[in-house]
């Protein structure tokens, strides 16, 4: 339907469908509300996402040995108990993403270095025994 007439095929066209067109953008650009285009990453957010890594993982285990001391002081104190299960966390609140199993021997590392015993069950358990 390119056009309408008011005499037939051979009269004057009264309407075109490009008013139509533009009357239903208009239409659209009203009701919707358009995003701007996403920010692709650069190398340079690469490159500090791959170099910063060894700090967030250490930001990470310092988050999780404050909390593991914490259930190891109240263990023993509270409940009279000599040693502890943790499960690492999938995600933890305002931290990036991180390796559960990674994690995990780093927090095994640290507690045998401050005299515990210390072991990884299924890359992301951590039992640690302070006698």
């Not at 190398?43 to 890594?53: E, S």
């Not at 999780?64 to 943790?86: C, H, M, N, P, V």
Request: with cysteine; charged share 30%; hydrophobic share 40%.
């Amino acid at each position: 339907m390119a056009a309408r007439s008011s005499q037939g095929t051979t009269g004057r066209v009264l309407c075109v469908d490009s008013t139509k067109r533009e009357a239903k953008q208009k239409r659209i650009q009203a009701t919707h509300t358009f995003r701007a285009p996403q920010r692709y990453m650069t190398a340079a957010d690469a490159k500090f996402l791959v170099g910063n890594r060894p700090e967030r993982d250490a930001s990470i285990v310092k988050a999780l040995i404050q909390r593991i001391q914490k259930e190891i002081r109240f263990a023993a104190s509270k409940r009279g108990e000599i040693d502890l299960l943790y499960e690492v966390p999938k995600v933890l609140p305002d931290y990036p993403l991180f390796d559960r199993s990674v994690v995990a021997e780093q927090l095994r590392d640290h507690f045998e270095s401050q005299g515990f015993f210390a072991e990884t069950y299924n890359d992301i358990i951590l039992y640690v025994n302070w006698l």
